[in-house]
């Protein structure tokens, strides 16, 4: 979280990004748009191997081209031996730089995450374990976003989160695939 935020006051103290580290000016001026997107979809936790429903919600800032987003997304994911709820800051940027009704984007992030942990299989040993944890990682992905109209998008997302080790158990990477629907304002 440190790193997050000292990033964060770089960028908002440096004067060769002073025109592009002020969405809410931008905003009124109709150069920044504000965008909300729900994503639903199937998660993988590495250590169970078991596919089961994840989904998130996050309020990012992109230009009015739309060719890169920053945004605060929240990801929960239960395949119910391993329960997460993921909060980071991330950002996606369009893999050409002219994003106009399609486009393929890239995107990583800094995530804090909370764990759950009931059951775990290593070498098909099942190990109750019944305890919860926390962990920062990384994350990266790829995306295909198809917009209908000036306001509206959707995309399909994958998305790869190196967790790493809690509550004693290397829980490995915790895998997304998402439908995503995006409103602009």
């Not at 509206?152 to 695939?177: A, Q």
Request: net charge negative; with cysteine.
């Amino acid at each position: 979280m440190k790193k997050v935020l000292f990033l964060l006051t770089l960028l908002a103290s440096s004067s060769a990004f002073a025109q592009w580290n002020n969405p809410l000016d931008g905003y009124c001026a109709g150069e920044y748009r504000f965008i909300g997107t729900l994503g639903l979809g199937v998660g993988e936790q590495q250590i169970n191997d078991d596919q089961d429903f994840a989904g998130y919600a996050s309020i990012g800032v992109t230009p009015a081209a739309g060719i890169w987003q920053v945004e605060l997304r929240y990801t929960n994911f239960d395949d119910s031996s391993v329960s997460v709820d993921q909060w980071g800051i991330g950002a996606k940027v369009d893999f050409t730089m002219s994003c106009d009704v399609q486009c393929l984007y890239w995107m990583v992030g800094w995530n804090y995450g909370e764990f759950d942990v009931g059951t775990v299989y290593r070498h098909d040993v099942e190990y109750i374990v019944d305890d919860d944890g926390d962990d920062n990682y990384w994350n990266a992905g790829i995306g295909y976003r198809y917009r209908w109209t000036r306001d509206f998008d959707t995309s399909i997302e994958y998305n790869y989160n190196d967790v790493g080790k809690v509550t004693g158990f290397d829980l490995g990477h915790l895998r997304t695939l998402t439908v995503n629907f995006a409103f602009q304002f």
